[in-house]
């Protein structure tokens, strides 16, 4: 039986929580987590956000890369391991079957974004109560326009002045993200 390794804590905390992020996209995920990282002020925190080693982004593929890291390293009591899964094209059947295998060990928590992780920037950016039933629909349905952009893609194009989701800049979007958590963005 190969020996799992300790993960590199951070040094002088005798046991900082660790915290690892894993997630369906390629980028705009890993550009919104590592501006958090970088915020972060927890000295007994550690976040480890992981790459998606290959095109596949099946919220199957997430779990078995999260499940792989915890079989690398030794997981301690107090560390958690997040699946971040878009809803938008994914089966809710498949869906499901990850949810309960994160439901099966206290490390994984899931977490979907529904339609996608677009809708968790734009919540730093307006509140959503506020949309009247047409554009709430327009929300909802996601779909992509005759530039290929989705509706989420281009509302935040819209207010951002530009978006692309390999290349944004998550820190202006981190000062509203406490006003997020408590549903307060007005």
């Known amino acids: 039986?190969?020996?799992?390794?300790?993960?590199?804590?951070?040094?002088?905390?005798?046991?900082a929580r660790l915290v690892v992020i894993a997630s369906e996209g390629r980028c705009t995920e890993s550009i919104y987590f590592s501006a958090v990282k970088e915020r972060l002020r927890a000295p007994n925190v550690h976040v480890e956000?992981?790459?998606?080693?290959?095109?596949e982004s099946s919220p199957e593929s997430v779990h078995a890369q999260i499940a792989d890291f915890m079989r690398e390293?030794?997981?301690?009591?107090?560390?958690?391991l997040w699946?971040?899964?878009?809803?938008?094209?994914?089966?809710?059947?498949?869906?499901?079957?990850?949810?309960q295998l994160c439901s099966q060990n206290s490390h994984l928590h899931f977490c979907m974004s529904n339609p996608c992780f677009e809708l968790w920037l734009l919540l730093h950016l307006e509140d959503i109560r506020e949309y009247d039933d047409a554009t709430t629909k327009k929300l909802a349905l996601?779909?992509?326009?005759?530039?290929?952009l989705t509706w989420l893609k281009k509302r935040m194009r819209d207010l951002l002045g530009s978006y692309s989701e390999s290349n944004y800049n998550a820190l202006n979007l981190l000062p509203n993200a406490s006003k997020v958590l408590q549903g307060n963005l007005t």
């Open 73 to 80: 390293y030794n997981i301690e009591d107090d560390d958690e």
């Open 142 to 148: 996601n779909r992509k326009n005759k530039s290929g």
């Open 83 to 99: 699946l971040v899964i878009d809803r938008d094209r994914w089966h809710e059947r498949m869906l499901s079957q990850v949810a």
């Open 1 to 15: 039986m190969r020996k799992r390794k300790d993960f590199a804590r951070l040094e002088g905390v005798r046991s």
């Open 49 to 55: 956000i992981l790459d998606r080693d290959s095109n």
